[in-house]
């Protein structure tokens, strides 16, 4: 029995030293590449995200009065991950998923703190262009296309820009933390279906319970920006930065940190 439990235990731990390795090289290979490259794949990454935020605001058009509260909840949640779809399986670059995904390199000593401010920054700023660019489209697209009326494109910044500050960074933690799982996962499974499935379950939850993530949610409150007085250029910085700070701390911290000292842990024991 003890020699079962054993082999099940190196076997579990060569996985998880496997994902990281994985993660490692991934993360290493991202910040070799040339500074238009990161900047051009943030970019794309932000406009493709802005499905998602469109897709709820055209679900909340559309279900209005149609079905229950927790239905459309769900219907919101699955077109919020849809955007995520689009980016993750699309290969294009993500700040939130660099949170966990670009710091493992620098705990392994094959990176450095400068080398991932250069991936975060360039990944960062594109992320944020791009989803304005996408915001400042659907803002006049989707009234006159009869997509999404104007009070749903409203609406989907209303659970960012009433919370309190603690609130905010908080839920941006959480979002950060899942984000952080999404990299983690996406590494481990075996197929795209797997991948695809680790997407939408992870990303779902986050649009469900309405957490605050900074690239997603910069179109969502740009949007509300964008079409309406209701929402103004200071709660959008306030928004922004609360939850760029959150989804740092949850993916570095309770993803990165955390995981990379238990395999490093583990194998030292070995």
Known sequence: MADVERRVADEERATDSTIVDRLVG?????????????????????????????L???????????????????LTALGYA?????????????FTEHTSLAV????D??????????????????????????????VWFAPAYGLA???????????????????????AVLAGWLMGLVAWLVAAADSTLSRL???????????YGHLPHSIAGNVEVLVAVFSSDAVGVVEYVRFLALATVGNAVG???FVALLKYGYVVGADSQR
């Open 149 to 171: 009326d104007v009070e749903s494109l409203t609406e989907i910044a209303d659970p960012f820009v009433g919370q309190p500050a603690t609130a905010l960074l908080g839920g």
């Open 56 to 74: 709820v605001a055209a679900t909340l058009t559309h279900t209005e009065g149609v079905y229950v509260e927790p239905t459309v909840r769900m």
């Open 26 to 54: 991934t993360g290493v290979h991202e910040m070799s590449r040339p500074r238009s490259s990161l900047f051009l794949s943030g970019l794309s990454a932000g406009l493709d995200i802005g499905f998602g935020p469109l």
């Open 109 to 138: 000593g094959e990176a450095g703190l400068p080398d991932l401010g250069r991936l975060w920054g360039l990944v960062y700023v594109g992320n944020v262009v791009g989803g304005a660019v996408f915001a400042a489209f659907a």
């Open 82 to 94: 849809f955007g995520f779809v689009l980016v993750i399986l699309g290969g294009t670059q993500l």
């Open 104 to 107: 493992l390199p620098v705990l």
């Open 251 to 253: 993916g570095a911290v």
């Open 197 to 207: 499935a680790v997407v939408v379950m992870v990303t779902g939850a986050i649009g």
